[in-house]
């Protein structure tokens, strides 16, 4: 396989995705020299708000027509995109101060008061942006996001313009990773030009951004969408002219039109992974070691899982290896942490002796902790391709534990949703993360701590978990090593159960001749190298 990525992540992340938008700006293609180098993307996602503070799934258009303040690479090292520098001396004020010349395809420079505008808007509770809470670090937030009632305000205390390049940010505590946070898949971060305001809806179907492409088609549901190369961009010029986005009712339709030649980039189908290496040849089929971790989560409400050697009895009689084998192609890797290994300073292996398959200390764990009573039924998603893996963890505790273990889908994900909010779950259940920036904060945070991005995922609130990671946002430190002791705290502790590491996989026509990814997983349709004709 093509393009293993690692050395750090983020984000559960699409390539490709329906867009928008008539931008008014002039393109870099100049007709005279001939059909501009084209990269044509098969999308099955629906997207329905390009504003990059709602945006949940279309990361690829994103990143595409919108530039961010900073940038990880493959490595995961930081450089600076639209901001020239991003300082702080005690981790809690920063300064951030913008590089000069750049302008919004609509022609408007770029300011700061830009970027204040734009994450006032997306922190504002009424206006209910998706992406609100990657804005919750920046002082003033709860008073724009109350527990009850209207807010009194509409602006971020937190956010202060100095001049048109350079502006103040306030957190609400020390925060070493707020640079990392910045960079390319953290789109609230992202800045507006002053027209947006006037009718966000309809700059949700027509976005301007600041990136390398320009949106140059308005949006009409089930038809391409197309963004071409900026000519005035200030930033890294893309080795491509021209972005064509083709929307499918679902990927599998996507690879198939793949395969034919039809498109030149798609995400591969789940349910192609087996059968990907006798498709597609193997230099067109990349596997980027992801920013995403799945779990099996356990019903802290339910008190027949109170022992914490039921938890890892659980999670040893789990052949992981053999699922990764069977179900994913070996794409996955079994996780051996609470995080990602691609994730700076990860501790690989701390889960230990307890995330390795033994199915007779597992058994014998179990009967130490005096059994396990009734049915245990494993709850997942239905219709989200998952059968197959929960059958088989299932069929593990079956047979390696003697219990009475059903895989049980819900009848989708709205139901199953509100079933795990509501701690009605009596069973095992699905979870996972897909981080957006590459650091062990990102991940922990949003599963483990008691403001959750997913709730009730990661168990019962651990106090020497969140104790640590604010020790370890307040440390400066910049290799994730800090992270670890709250990992530490997870290992002793045990509330959920780590399955695999995610890939993000894809396939490419005989077009592509090189395809390479961020520290997001996310491929660079910036950087897309063509095959010559």
């Not at 301007?208 to 949106?215: C, L, R």
């Not at 398959?357 to 005096?370: F, N, S, V």
């Not at 197959?388 to 895989?407: E, I, S």
Request: glycine share 8%.
């Amino acid at each position: 396989m093509r393009g293993s990525l690692k050395g750090a992540g983020a984000t559960s992340v699409l390539v490709a995705l329906l867009l928008t938008g008539c931008s008014g700006a002039e393109s870099g293609v100049d007709e005279g020299e001939g059909a501009p180098a084209e990269l044509v993307i098969g999308s099955s996602d629906p997207v329905p708000n390009l504003v990059p503070g709602r945006q949940s799934n279309a990361f690829g258009l994103t990143m595409s027509v919108f530039s961010p303040l900073t940038f990880l690479d493959a490595d995961g090292e930081l450089s600076y995109v639209a901001a020239e520098s991003v300082e702080s001396d005690d981790q809690i004020h920063w300064t951030i101060t913008l590089r000069d010349g750049w302008t919004f395809h609509d022609g408007t420079p770029v300011t700061a008061q830009d970027y204040v505008d734009s994450w006032n808007t997306v922190a504002y509770a009424p206006n209910a942006f998706e992406n609100s809470g990657q804005l919750a670090v920046i002082a003033g937030y709860s008073d724009l996001n109350p527990a009850e009632g209207e807010p009194a305000t509409d602006e971020l205390s937190g956010l202060t313009v100095v001049d048109d390049l350079t502006f103040n940010v306030t957190l609400n505590q020390a925060d070493s990773q707020f640079p990392v946070e910045l960079s390319q898949a953290q789109t609230a971060f992202y800045p507006m030009p002053p027209s947006a305001f006037d009718d966000l809806d309809a700059y949700g179907k027509q976005p301007i951004g600041n990136g390398p492409f320009a949106v140059t088609t308005g949006w009409t549901e089930g038809e391409p969408i197309v963004a071409e190369r900026y000519q005035d961009y200030a930033g890294d010029e893309p080795a491509v002219d021209k972005l064509t986005w083709v929307p499918y009712s679902d990927r599998l339709t996507a690879y198939t039109d793949a395969l034919a030649g039809n498109v030149d980039l798609v995400r591969l189908p789940a349910n192609r992974m087996m059968q990907v290496a006798d498709d597609f040849e193997d230099d067109h089929v990349y596997s980027f070691s992801g920013p995403a971790i799945s779990y099996l989560s356990i019903p802290y409400w339910d008190p027949r899982f109170d022992d914490v050697r039921v938890r890892q009895a659980i999670s040893m009689a789990i052949d992981r290896d053999a699922i990764n084998e069977a179900l994913f192609g070996n794409l996955n890797a079994p996780a051996t942490a609470w995080t990602p290994s691609i994730m700076p300073g990860n501790p690989d292996g701390i889960c230990g002796e307890y995330c390795e398959y033994d199915p007779e200390a597992a058994a014998e764990l179990l009967a130490e902790a005096g059994g396990f009573e009734g049915q245990l039924t494993i709850h997942f998603p239905g219709g989200a391709g998952h059968d197959d893996l929960f059958n088989a963890v299932a069929n593990y505790l079956r047979q390696n534990l003697g219990v009475d273990a059903v895989a049980r889908p819900s009848v989708g994900w709205a139901e199953f949703s509100e079933d795990r909010n509501n701690e009605v779950l009596d069973g095992p259940f699905f979870a996972r993360w897909g981080a957006l920036y590459p650091s062990q904060q990102s991940t922990l945070r949003a599963m483990f701590t008691s403001a959750p991005g997913c709730t009730n995922c990661g168990g019962a609130i651990i106090p020497d978990v969140e104790q640590a990671l604010n020790d370890a946002d307040a440390s400066g430190s910049e290799d994730g090593e800090a992270y670890a002791e709250a990992q530490r705290h997870l290992a002793e502790q045990f509330p959920i159960v780590p399955l695999f590491e995610e890939s993000y996989n894809f396939v490419t026509s005989d077009k592509v001749a090189e395809l390479t990814a961020s520290a997001v997983g996310e491929p660079l349709l910036t950087d897309v190298i063509l095959a010559e004709d």
